[in-house]
Nanobody
Framework: QVHLVESGGGLVQAGGSLRLSCAASGRTFSTNAMGWYRQAPGKQREFVAYITPGNNKGYAASVKGRFGISRDSASNTMYLQMNGLKPEDTGVYLC?????????????????WGQGTQVTVSS
């Protein structure tokens, strides 16, 4: 299992940018699909983006063109660069790991979750 710790959240005005980090420990970081979910108050957790060990990437339609996901295998860290932030991007952002991208996107196939980091976008 992979242990995940997020950082980088905060308060930003609409149109601004933030970069989230997810530090991973454990033997399976290099072989796992990694990704981000978010959860707004009173709403279900929703998929944001994923990246595979082969650097294939996928994004939710709501963030495509604004967010960029990347991973650094040397430091076992994954990043989410968020640009053009909107108030509807507000929520707790959680790092996730699964054996494949399909399992990560399906949420039920996720093996490890981080504790989350709060992102608040003011209008």
């Amino acid at each position: 299992q992979v242990h995940l710790v997020e950082s980088g959240g905060g308060l930003v005005q609409a149109g601004g940018s933030l970069r989230l980090s997810c530090a991973a420990s454990g033997r399976t970081f290099s072989t796992n699909a990694m990704g981000w979910y978010r959860q707004a108050p009173g709403k279900q957790r929703e998929f944001v983006a994923y990246i595979t060990p082969g650097n294939n990437k996928g994004y939710a339609a709501s963030v495509k063109g604004r967010f960029g996901i990347s991973r650094d295998s040397a430091s076992n860290t994954m990043y989410l660069q968020m640009n053009g932030l909107k108030p509807e991007d507000t929520g707790v952002y959680l790092c996730a790991a699964a054996t494949t991208a399909d399992r990560l996107v399906s949420i039920t196939g996720i093996d490890s979750w981080g504790q989350g980091t709060q992102v608040t976008v003011s209008s």
